[in-house]
Nanobody, 114 residues
């Protein structure tokens, strides 16, 4: 049974930074693809970033500002978010794709506001 637990969300001013963490348990973490998605109020969930092996992929809206990474020894994925904008406000979800199955965390709120 895969469990994903996000942390690191909060309230930050525009231009600020946050780092989200996603701790995984019960999984063969090193071969899993990891991703971050977000959902703003009234909008559909959207892809933010993914990491598969050594390859990363980003939504155009976060390129150059966000960085996804992983530590296989700690079974943890990260999302470093810099130069945050009010439009980045959303619930951020961690995703793991393993053996063609998707697993989700409970989400962590990120609010960018002055």
């Amino acid at each position: 049974q895969v469990q994903l637990v996000e942390s690191g969300g909060g309230l930050v001013q525009p231009g600020g930074s946050l780092r989200l963490s996603c701790a995984a348990s019960g999984s063969i973490f090193s071969i899993a693809a990891m991703g971050w998605y977000r959902q703003a109020p009234g909008k559909q969930r959207e892809l933010v970033a993914t990491i598969r092996g050594g390859s990363t992929n980003y939504a155009d809206s976060v390129k150059g500002r966000f960085t996804i990474s992983r530590d296989n020894a700690k079974k943890t994925a990260y999302l470093q978010m810099n130069s945050l904008k009010p439009e980045d406000t959303a619930v951020y979800y961690c995703n793991q794709e393993l053996f063609q199955r998707d697993y989700w965390g409970q989400g962590t709120q990120v609010t960018v506001s002055s």
